[in-house]
């Protein structure tokens, strides 16, 4: 009997007769989708040049990616002061790692200073003051934007979505009560409306003479949605845990701060935190819908590069270049979040 | 005295709930009283006279019979009339789509469920919006013009300025195909439970489901056909210049379609996908163990609690295709969003009124549904100790 892989591949795709018509069936699909992808993508493709006149093999124009990117990194930052936004993409970088890399006590200390301070540092990078020359919101844009709009919603939306899970918990009717119509209002409006809602009242209702930054408002806005459908997730966590746990505790002396904080709510949130991603790559999703209040970030930016005359019909390049980085991250968010469903 | 009272539970809970309450009140004043002081100062009016104002905006697509001289609640109305629309027509296609794809996925097949596996994992990590555009800027706007439609059939053209379909001429015949729909859902419906009442109590079997494939299946369609037979076609001919008769169907329309379908159809071919691996080989054993057929293992076992396992997420899939329409107003689709909370709102500057309205609609509809999911799940539960 023969082993190795070929003969297995062999009867994966030629098994029997219904098989193997499905299979070239299959392949001529497939081949006649991807060749024309693959010419215009790699082989007809232009990568070297710097105007729109060196793109003439017909395929796609990547020269156009290439003298945008500083665009679509950054939106219409200052170029000179681009490192800032560099420093900014290497906190995350560092934060990623200290996630990836440190284990234990090391990666809560390393975790708990980057919560305290990251948010601060991050603001005062990109928008400047205290040394640093101050640069209008409206000014950020692109990957850089995309990805402050998620971390600053996040921020918003994580300790939120734990206390509104906890209240819906609660013994306590008129706090679960709250609690609820919180979470089912924002779950269940659209989040386009949201962003519309968020820009056109939150400057209504606050004193006048006080005024709230456009981008401000997007991130709130964004910050309630998602801190209702996180609720929802360590509310799953909250019920996944057995009873005992915190009868156990109840039982040791401890009340309720002490309870939830130091027994409950960390297991809670260890089985939440796969659900808890999932709705972070939704927010990283939904970030895009800021276009409808004129903020730039990378879709936005990829939108309106379309605009300019010097680059006409680079919609295509615009479109594969910008869904590519929105895939990526949100393919690696994924990846991460099945990971740690698997390690509990 | 003081510390035993702190220390009882009750006392506190009141305590607690007190301040929450309190604190929630005079944040809610204060927001109030803000929004208007700021409004006396803009000049904005408030109340909801607006509605019976004339609108003067003008609504490219719309099934009520709307013009921009009507009032400002008749756009309201048209808003949700093209929500409810694409809404519905996509629920539809992206039900089937997904369906088809969370079976592929399941196949014994290895390519073919690569295949699906792949479109899963690149529609479920990519944007909505950029679907919505994608189609809009980047397929429809790029199709031919008009006098080179791609033309299917003969009966369906797209160009650039959208889809162009058959109209019917007489709407009347498809009213009562439908009636006639509904009155063989109802026999069906009293079929089934004579069916079982009966089973229940003598043991005799009926073939409700033989009956259900020609009351639910074949009737329907024979319904719908012998309407379309009825009543005559406006059918689209292609023209020197242009294309004559049908009903064009907006690029809007058809890129926010297209983009809603290809997206959800990931999410709900992971839905039945999970649906059908819920449903333990065990039990697909132990009915047939037990003498059942075929049929009656996959109607009366597998089917069942596959189902039990996907109403409840497709159900809040539908009304997430339903709040996603909203995207529309990235590309100027008169959904309810993009009208009202757009176009009107630009005119009367009635933000509070209109913002309210528009979020009424999206919470009316999502109670209607968990309210039905809650019946559901109640007639469905497990039935345990």
């Known amino acids: ?344 | 005295m003081m510390t035993r009272w702190l220390n009882d539970k009750t006392i506190r809970g009141y305590i607690w709930q007190a301040a929450v309450l309190i604190g929630l009140v005079v944040m809610l004043v204060f927001f109030v009283r803000n929004a208007s002081e700021n409004m006396v100062k803009a000049g904005i009016a408030s109340g909801f006279n607006f509605l019976w104002r004339s609108s003067g905006i003008d609504v490219p697509f719309d099934l009520t019979g709307y013009s921009p001289s009507d009032t400002i609640f008749a756009l309201f109305w048209a808003g949700v009339v093209n929500t409810l629309f694409v809404s519905a027509l996509a629920i539809v296609l992206a039900t089937a789509l997904g369906f088809l794809i969370g079976l592929a996925r399941l196949s014994s097949h290895w390519l073919l469920s690569s295949i699906a596996g792949a479109y899963v994992e690149f529609v479920r990590n990519i944007p909505l919006l950029f679907f919505v555009i994608f189609w809009y800027f980047g397929v429809i706007a790029s199709l031919p013009q008009p006098k080179d439609s791609v033309s299917l059939l003969n009966l369906f053209f797209l160009n650039n300025r959208g889809l162009t379909v058959p109209r019917p001429i007489d709407g009347a015949p498809f009213l009562w195909a439908w009636l006639a729909i509904i009155a063989f859902a109802f026999l069906q419906w009293g079929v089934s439970r004579f069916a079982a009442a009966r089973r229940a109590r003598t043991g005799t079997s009926f073939p409700s489901g033989l009956l259900a494939l020609v009351t639910l299946g074949l009737a329907p369609v024979f319904a719908l056909i012998a309407a379309s037979f009825w009543t005559g076609w406006d059918v689209p001919v292609a023209g020197k210049f242009n294309l004559r008769g049908g009903t064009v169907l907006i690029p809007e329309f058809v890129a926010l379609l297209a983009a809603l379908v290809t997206y959800s159809a990931g999410f709900i071919a992971e839905i039945v996908r999970g649906g059908l691996l819920a449903v333990s080989r065990g039990q697909r054993e132990a009915a047939l163990a037990l003498g059942l057929t075929q049929g009656q293992t996959l109607w009366l076992v597998v089917i069942p609690q596959a189902m039990r396992v996907i109403i409840p997420p497709m159900t809040s899939q539908y009304l997430n295709i339903l709040k996603n329409s909203s995207f529309g107003a990235a590309i100027a689709y008169p959904e309810l969003v993009s009208v009202f909370m757009g176009s009107a709102l630009n005119n009367t500057g009635q933000a509070i009124e209109i913002i309210a309205m528009v979020l009424a609609v999206y919470l009316f509809f999502g109670l209607i549904v968990s309210f039905a999911m809650n019946v559901f799940n109640s007639r469905m539960a497990l039935v345990t100790r």
């Open chain 1, 1 to 344: 009997m023969r082993t190795g892989t070929l003969p297995v591949w062999q009867k994966r795709l030629f098994g029997d007769l219904p098989t193997a018509i499905v299979t070239i069936l299959l392949a001529v699909l497939m081949v006649a989708a991807l060749v024309p992808i693959l010419r215009w993508g790699l082989f007809n493709a232009t990568w070297n040049g710097t105007t729109r006149a060196d793109c003439v093999a017909g395929g796609a124009c990547w020269v156009f990616i290439k003298a945008r990117f500083g665009q679509f990194m950054y939106g219409l930052y200052p170029p000179g002061e681009r490192w800032r936004a560099d420093l900014f993409f290497g906190l995350i970088g560092l934060t990623i790692a200290a996630i990836a890399f440190l284990r234990g006590r090391k990666r809560v200390i390393a975790l708990s200073a980057i919560t305290l301070f990251f948010p601060l540092i991050g603001v005062w990078l990109l928008g400047g003051g205290y040394g640093l020359e101050p640069v209008e919101t409206r000014n950020w844009g692109g990957l850089m934007l995309t990805l402050f709009m998620s971390i600053y919603s996040a921020l918003i939306a994580v300790p939120l979505g734990i206390l509104f899970a906890l209240g819906r918990q609660s013994e306590l009717p008129v706090i679960r009560i709250i609690s609820v119509i919180f979470i089912e209002f924002w779950r269940g409006v659209p989040i386009i409306a949201v962003i519309f809602l968020a820009s056109l009242l939150l400057p209504l209702i606050m004193p006048s003479g006080i005024g709230v930054d456009r981008l401000a408002r997007a991130v709130i806005g964004l910050g309630l949605v998602i801190a209702a459908y996180i609720a929802e997730a360590v509310r799953g966590g909250l019920q996944a845990l057995p009873k005992g746990q915190g009868e156990a505790a109840a039982a040791l002396g401890l009340g309720y701060w002490k309870t939830t904080f130091l027994i409950t709510l960390p297991q809670a949130l260890r089985i939440a935190l796969p659900a808890m991603t999932n709705e972070f790559i939704s927010l990283v999703k939904n970030t895009t819908l800021v276009l409808v209040v004129s903020i730039l970030d990378l879709l936005g930016i990829a939108q309106a590069s379309l605009a300019d005359p010097n680059w006409v019909g680079m919609n295509m390049e615009a479109y594969v270049f910008a869904g590519a980085i929105y895939w990526f991250i949100c393919f690696a968010l994924s990846r991460w979040s099945r990971a740690q469903e698997r390690a509990t």
